[in-house]
């Protein structure tokens, strides 16, 4: 039976222009995942009435016990459905709607907020990447209406643990206008956020949510910006914080191989070693500066100097596909600084990359470390909460860690 839902849904402008073309990717998504077939869609399977057709695909499916549903079998290198010319034959002969929920919805993420939904698209979909990363214009959001028998697969997060998330949509407007001001360099708008952040949580705890459509426009007004700005400039960058922020998560993460590595892909893990020479004799905070500025210099000319735009939409995105700053159950600052280690240990695989490869560095090279990052922020489950272990306890300290985070140019 289908069960028809109605939700508010907010989302990135570039959903709507996003279309499937397993022509343009190699049909990725269908080579090396697991696909669950949910309930309904068996039924319709069942019942298809060509029996060579019928008799395929049920042939393909086997049950999996841990998920409770049938699964396609993709034990080859593709699925078995997969036609020479790189489109489903199922959707070719029979329309999306056979599709199964799996297959209908990627790379769209949606997530459930009580009656509220929102909406984007998984990077690790190259084509999805192309489309919201290389726009040269601000990424911005729409608020649309989605009628979906679809819900079954998306993601539930209730507001109950964290009564903030009422207010989401308004809390990443506000955010979306600090993350794309021009008038900052990339860093000083990270850390405006977090001041911004913090006073977020004091108008949410005393209780004068209502005020939140002010913020935006109080944002915007020359005063505030003014005193923004100076408090912004006031807060140091301290080189051995960040190094050993950086190193020390790269070694938990690393330690459980859900980090910058895959066994068929590059691996990245190996170029902070080399950037930083790490296994060379650095032996004073000094020398490391002198490494640090060369790489940084690096990092400006070879990547944000040619695509500056990408990674601004990158930060934007995954702030967005994060629900962000309402991630986990705390406060609207401790799950900024979540966001803010993930995208400065992000952007340290970047910097070591420039470094290493120099001129060479290019835009495959950036989407394809786009596209690792965000399959490990997508799909290992681990990612988010071992990084939150590991900065708990700095986050008592909030403007100490901020500055052992984000240095005072870029
Ligand atoms: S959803 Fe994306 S990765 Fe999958 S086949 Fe379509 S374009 Fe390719």
Known sequence: MDFKKNFVCVEPEYVKDFRCDGRKCNAKCCRGWQVDIDRRTHEVYKSISDR???????????????????????????????????????????????????????PRRTFVIDDFVERSLSMTCPVAAELALLNPEPMKLVRTKLNTTRAACFFYRSN??????????????????????????????????AIVM????????????????????????????????ARVKSIPFVLPHYMTTMFGLLETLNAKAIVYYSPTQRVFVNYPIQAFQTDETI???????????????????????????????????????????????????????????????????LISMATVMGEKFSLDDLLEFIERFANRLDHASLFHQMTLDFITKELSEPIEFLSGLVDDGV
């Open 198 to 229: 913090s006073e977020l949580d004091s108008l949410i705890h005393n209780g004068r949510e209502q005020q939140l459509e002010l913020v935006s426009r109080v944002y915007h007004s020359a005063d505030y910006f003014q005193s923004l700005t």
């Open 160 to 193: 109950q643990e964290m009564p903030a998330r009422k207010f989401l949509y308004q809390l990443q407007s506000i955010s979306f206008d600090v993350l794309q001001d021009h008038r900052l360099t990339l860093n000083q708008r990270l850390k405006a956020l």
């Open 52 to 106: 060579e057709m019928r008799t395929k695909i049920l042939d393909n499916l086997y049950w999996n016990e841990p998920t409770n549903t049938y699964r396609m079998n993709l034990n080859q290198t593709s699925c078995p459905m997969l036609g020479d010319d790189l489109l489903c034959s199922i959707q070719k002969t029979y329309g999306a709607g056979y599709l199964s929920n799996t297959c209908a919805e990627f």
């Open 283 to 349: 032996t004073t905070w000094q020398q490391m500066a002198t490494v640090y500025d060369r790489n940084i210099e690096a990092y400006r000319e070879h990547v944000l100097t040619r695509f500056g735009h990408v990674v601004e939409n990158y930060l934007v995105h995954s702030f967005f596909a994060g629900i962000y700053p309402c991630h986990a159950p705390m406060t609207l600052l401790n799950n900024y600084l979540l966001f803010l280690t993930l995208w400065k240990f992000f952007e340290f695989g």
